[in-house]
Protein backbone atom coordinates (compact mmCIF):
# COMPACT_ATOMS: atom_id res chain seq x y z
CA UNK A 1 0.00 0.00 0.00
CA UNK A 2 1.29 3.20 -0.84
CA UNK A 3 -0.24 6.26 0.78
CA UNK A 4 0.18 9.79 -0.70
CA UNK A 5 -1.02 12.24 1.90
CA UNK A 6 -1.49 16.00 0.79
CA UNK A 7 -2.84 17.34 4.47
CA UNK A 8 -2.15 21.32 4.59
CA UNK A 9 -2.31 21.42 8.57
CA UNK A 10 -1.54 18.32 10.09
CA UNK A 11 -3.17 18.61 13.79
CA UNK A 12 -2.76 16.35 17.10
CA UNK A 13 -3.47 13.13 16.82
CA UNK A 14 -7.36 12.01 16.10
CA UNK A 15 -8.77 12.03 19.33
CA UNK A 16 -10.91 8.88 20.55
CA UNK A 17 -13.67 7.28 18.07
CA UNK A 18 -16.54 6.27 18.00
CA UNK A 19 -18.38 3.46 16.01
CA UNK A 20 -21.14 3.47 13.24
CA UNK A 21 -22.23 0.64 11.70
CA UNK A 22 -22.76 0.71 8.15
CA UNK A 23 -25.29 -1.07 5.50
CA UNK A 24 -23.56 0.33 2.70
CA UNK A 25 -19.56 0.16 3.20
CA UNK A 26 -20.18 -3.81 2.18
CA UNK A 27 -21.40 -2.54 -1.14
CA UNK A 28 -18.68 -0.35 -1.91
CA UNK A 29 -16.05 -3.03 -1.97
CA UNK A 30 -18.52 -5.57 -3.65
CA UNK A 31 -17.14 -6.74 -6.49
CA UNK A 32 -13.86 -5.10 -7.00
CA UNK A 33 -10.93 -6.30 -8.58
CA UNK A 34 -8.76 -7.63 -5.87
CA UNK A 35 -5.84 -8.88 -8.10
CA UNK A 36 -5.14 -5.71 -9.69
CA UNK A 37 -4.05 -2.29 -7.62
CA UNK A 38 -6.75 -0.16 -5.91
CA UNK A 39 -6.59 3.71 -6.25
CA UNK A 40 -8.37 5.09 -3.82
CA UNK A 41 -9.07 8.94 -2.81
CA UNK A 42 -10.02 10.33 0.50
CA UNK A 43 -11.15 13.93 1.28
CA UNK A 44 -10.49 13.69 4.82
CA UNK A 45 -7.48 13.35 7.29
CA UNK A 46 -5.47 10.38 7.14
CA UNK A 47 -7.03 8.52 9.91
CA UNK A 48 -5.29 5.82 11.21
CA UNK A 49 -7.90 3.32 11.27
CA UNK A 50 -8.38 3.95 7.56
CA UNK A 51 -4.78 3.44 6.18
CA UNK A 52 -4.52 0.11 8.46
CA UNK A 53 -7.59 -1.04 6.86
CA UNK A 54 -6.70 -0.63 3.40
CA UNK A 55 -3.03 -1.87 4.45
CA UNK A 56 -4.73 -5.69 3.36
CA UNK A 57 -5.13 -4.94 -0.01
CA UNK A 58 -2.83 -3.61 -3.09
CA UNK A 59 -3.62 0.10 -3.16
CA UNK A 60 -2.68 3.51 -3.27
CA UNK A 61 -4.33 5.88 -1.00
CA UNK A 62 -4.40 9.77 -1.91
CA UNK A 63 -5.08 11.21 1.05
CA UNK A 64 -6.28 15.43 0.24
CA UNK A 65 -7.43 17.33 3.10
CA UNK A 66 -9.87 19.69 2.39
CA UNK A 67 -11.09 20.81 5.52
CA UNK A 68 -7.68 22.21 6.39
CA UNK A 69 -7.76 23.78 2.79
CA UNK A 70 -11.03 25.60 3.15
CA UNK A 71 -9.94 26.35 6.61
CA UNK A 72 -6.85 27.96 4.98
CA UNK A 73 -8.42 29.97 2.42
CA UNK A 74 -6.77 27.29 -0.43
CA UNK A 75 -10.05 27.18 -2.01
CA UNK A 76 -11.32 31.08 -2.67
CA UNK A 77 -15.07 31.32 -2.47
CA UNK A 78 -14.85 34.62 -4.73
CA UNK A 79 -12.67 32.94 -7.24
CA UNK A 80 -13.99 31.82 -11.08
CA UNK A 81 -15.45 28.69 -11.49
CA UNK A 82 -12.58 27.81 -14.15
CA UNK A 83 -10.10 28.70 -11.16
CA UNK A 84 -11.40 26.96 -8.46
CA UNK A 85 -11.30 24.07 -10.90
CA UNK A 86 -7.47 24.32 -11.56
CA UNK A 87 -7.07 24.34 -7.86
CA UNK A 88 -8.43 21.73 -7.15
CA UNK A 89 -6.76 19.39 -9.99
CA UNK A 90 -3.79 21.30 -8.00
CA UNK A 91 -4.48 20.06 -5.22
CA UNK A 92 -5.20 16.54 -6.22
CA UNK A 93 -2.01 16.28 -7.79
CA UNK A 94 -2.57 12.94 -9.90
CA UNK A 95 -0.26 11.58 -11.76
CA UNK A 96 -1.23 10.80 -15.76
CA UNK A 97 -3.09 7.73 -15.94
CA UNK A 98 -4.32 7.48 -12.73
CA UNK A 99 -8.10 6.00 -12.58
CA UNK A 100 -9.84 6.51 -9.21
CA UNK A 101 -11.42 3.15 -8.08
CA UNK A 102 -13.62 4.37 -4.21
CA UNK A 103 -13.60 7.88 -3.49
CA UNK A 104 -13.99 8.73 0.21
CA UNK A 105 -15.74 12.45 0.12
CA UNK A 106 -17.70 11.56 3.73
CA UNK A 107 -19.76 14.90 4.21
CA UNK A 108 -17.12 17.45 3.04
CA UNK A 109 -19.04 18.39 -0.02
CA UNK A 110 -21.39 20.25 1.90
CA UNK A 111 -18.62 22.88 3.21
CA UNK A 112 -18.58 23.79 -0.60
CA UNK A 113 -20.94 26.43 -2.02
CA UNK A 114 -22.67 25.59 -5.86
CA UNK A 115 -19.69 26.89 -7.84
CA UNK A 116 -16.75 25.08 -5.92
CA UNK A 117 -18.80 22.08 -5.81
CA UNK A 118 -19.10 22.10 -9.59
CA UNK A 119 -15.40 23.22 -9.67
CA UNK A 120 -14.52 19.75 -7.72
CA UNK A 121 -16.97 17.44 -9.87
CA UNK A 122 -15.26 19.24 -12.97
CA UNK A 123 -11.87 18.40 -11.90
CA UNK A 124 -12.64 14.97 -10.54
CA UNK A 125 -13.91 13.77 -13.38
CA UNK A 126 -10.98 13.04 -15.51
CA UNK A 127 -9.96 10.75 -12.89
CA UNK A 128 -12.95 8.58 -13.14
CA UNK A 129 -13.85 5.22 -15.10
CA UNK A 130 -16.98 3.15 -15.46
CA UNK A 131 -16.33 1.38 -12.32
CA UNK A 132 -15.91 3.98 -10.01
CA UNK A 133 -17.87 4.20 -6.33
CA UNK A 134 -18.26 6.77 -4.05
CA UNK A 135 -19.28 6.90 -0.61
CA UNK A 136 -20.81 9.99 0.71
CA UNK A 137 -22.76 11.67 3.95
CA UNK A 138 -25.92 13.07 1.70
CA UNK A 139 -28.87 15.03 4.03
CA UNK A 140 -32.40 14.21 4.03
CA UNK A 141 -33.17 17.82 3.56
CA UNK A 142 -31.49 21.13 3.52
CA UNK A 143 -32.51 21.73 7.32
CA UNK A 144 -30.62 19.03 8.98
CA UNK A 145 -27.69 20.06 10.98
CA UNK A 146 -24.46 19.76 9.77
CA UNK A 147 -22.24 18.01 13.15
CA UNK A 148 -18.73 18.79 13.21
CA UNK A 149 -17.36 15.48 12.67
CA UNK A 150 -14.72 13.58 10.94
CA UNK A 151 -15.02 10.32 9.60
CA UNK A 152 -13.23 6.55 8.59
CA UNK A 153 -13.24 3.25 8.37
CA UNK A 154 -12.92 -0.04 10.70
CA UNK A 155 -13.94 -2.26 8.42
CA UNK A 156 -16.17 -3.14 5.92
CA UNK A 157 -18.84 -2.96 7.87
CA UNK A 158 -17.73 -0.02 10.33
CA UNK A 159 -17.09 3.54 10.48
CA UNK A 160 -15.33 5.13 12.87
CA UNK A 161 -16.63 9.13 14.49
CA UNK A 162 -15.02 11.84 15.99
CA UNK A 163 -15.23 15.24 16.93
CA UNK A 164 -13.19 17.40 14.68
CA UNK A 165 -10.59 19.38 16.38
CA UNK A 166 -11.04 22.53 14.65
CA UNK A 167 -13.37 25.28 14.83
CA UNK A 168 -16.21 24.38 12.60
CA UNK A 169 -16.43 26.05 9.10
CA UNK A 170 -19.61 27.89 7.60
CA UNK A 171 -21.49 24.94 5.63
CA UNK A 172 -24.36 24.11 3.72
CA UNK A 173 -25.99 21.03 3.47
CA UNK A 174 -27.11 20.48 0.09
CA UNK A 175 -30.30 18.25 -0.55
CA UNK A 176 -30.48 15.57 -3.10
CA UNK A 177 -31.81 17.55 -5.93
CA UNK A 178 -28.69 20.00 -5.68
CA UNK A 179 -26.46 17.36 -5.04
CA UNK A 180 -27.54 15.50 -8.18
CA UNK A 181 -27.48 18.94 -10.25
CA UNK A 182 -24.56 20.23 -8.67
CA UNK A 183 -21.69 17.11 -8.38
CA UNK A 184 -22.50 15.54 -12.01
CA UNK A 185 -19.42 13.89 -12.17
CA UNK A 186 -21.44 11.38 -9.98
CA UNK A 187 -24.97 9.83 -9.30
CA UNK A 188 -26.45 7.86 -6.36
CA UNK A 189 -26.78 4.45 -6.48
CA UNK A 190 -28.42 3.84 -3.22
CA UNK A 191 -29.34 5.75 0.18
CA UNK A 192 -30.00 5.19 3.83
CA UNK A 193 -31.48 7.36 6.13
CA UNK A 194 -29.53 7.85 9.41
CA UNK A 195 -31.27 8.66 12.75
CA UNK A 196 -29.10 12.29 13.08
CA UNK A 197 -31.09 12.98 9.23
CA UNK A 198 -28.06 12.32 7.33
CA UNK A 199 -28.24 9.86 4.76
CA UNK A 200 -25.46 7.19 4.31
CA UNK A 201 -25.21 7.45 0.51
CA UNK A 202 -23.43 5.19 -2.38
CA UNK A 203 -22.40 6.78 -5.74
CA UNK A 204 -21.31 5.96 -8.87
CA UNK A 205 -19.34 7.37 -11.97
CA UNK A 206 -21.69 9.18 -14.31
CA UNK A 207 -19.27 8.11 -17.56
Given at each position: MNLAARDQARGPEPPQSSRQSSKL??????????????????LGRAMPETVEFFSQFRCRIHVVDVYSELQSGGLDRSASG????????????????????????????HYFDE???????????????????????????????????EYGIVNEQTLSVRQRAAAQLKNSPHPPSFMNE??????????????????????????
Open positions: LPVLFDNLDYHRRLTVLDKTLQRQFQELFGFEPGTGLDICLLWDLPKQLRAFSSALWPWLHARTKAHIFGVHSAATMLLNRWLTCLTTSRGVLLPDGKVETLMHSTI
